[in-house]
């Protein structure tokens, strides 16, 4: 059985002209023949940290890190505590959701599961907010094993962070 939760934060924002950041645009002349190389000289704000993955939505937060460990959780019992650290320029990550994907090295283990992000937690379905990081706990029988967490996340207005996985297991 498995119980997961995760969220995440980046993006850019274009100039007023639509075009990106430097580079050289072509604007017409009065000569239909004759274009005019200039130099865009726009930049583009960043609302993310230096360094921070880009979000899939632009909007949508971005997930640096996790860290996961095996512990026990209230009434749930043996679980894989995950801590997420994200970035949210907009703090709407509240009222959104995440999904974790996950998968033992042994292939006995191969499912998904997701929740709701609260500011506090009341049980383990849910995922929670504390110091900038998103946690959640995966139900897990075996503890001895290494397993695969692809995780993401969505804030309340529905943007997509960016994926992050990696693995983690007892050693």
Avoid at 78 to 89: A, E, G, L, N, T
Wanted: hydrophobic content about 30%; proline content about 4%.
């Amino acid at each position: 059985m498995v119980t997961l939760t995760l969220i995440g934060l980046l993006a850019c924002t274009g100039n007023d002209d639509g075009f990106g950041n430097g580079g050289n645009r072509y604007e017409g002349t009065d000569d239909p023949t004759e274009t005019q190389d200039t130099e865009d000289t726009g930049t583009v704000d960043s609302l993310y940290p230096e360094g921070w993955p880009d979000p899939y939505d632009a909007n949508g937060p971005s997930l640096g890190t996790f860290d996961a460990w095996f512990d026990e959780f209230g009434n749930i019992g043996d679980v894989i505590y995950v801590s997420v650290d994200y970035f949210d320029p907009q703090d709407d990550l509240v009222g959104g959701r995440f999904k974790v994907w996950i998968e033992s090295e042994q292939g006995d283990v191969d499912g998904s599961a997701d929740g709701d992000v609260k500011e506090t937690t009341s049980s383990g379905a849910d995922g929670w907010l504390e110091d900038s990081n998103l946690f959640f706990v995966i139900s897990v029988e075996d503890e001895w094993q290494n397993y695969h967490l692809k995780i993401r996340a969505w804030d309340k207005n529905n943007n997509r962070s960016n994926d992050l996985e990696g693995w983690m297991g007892p050693d």
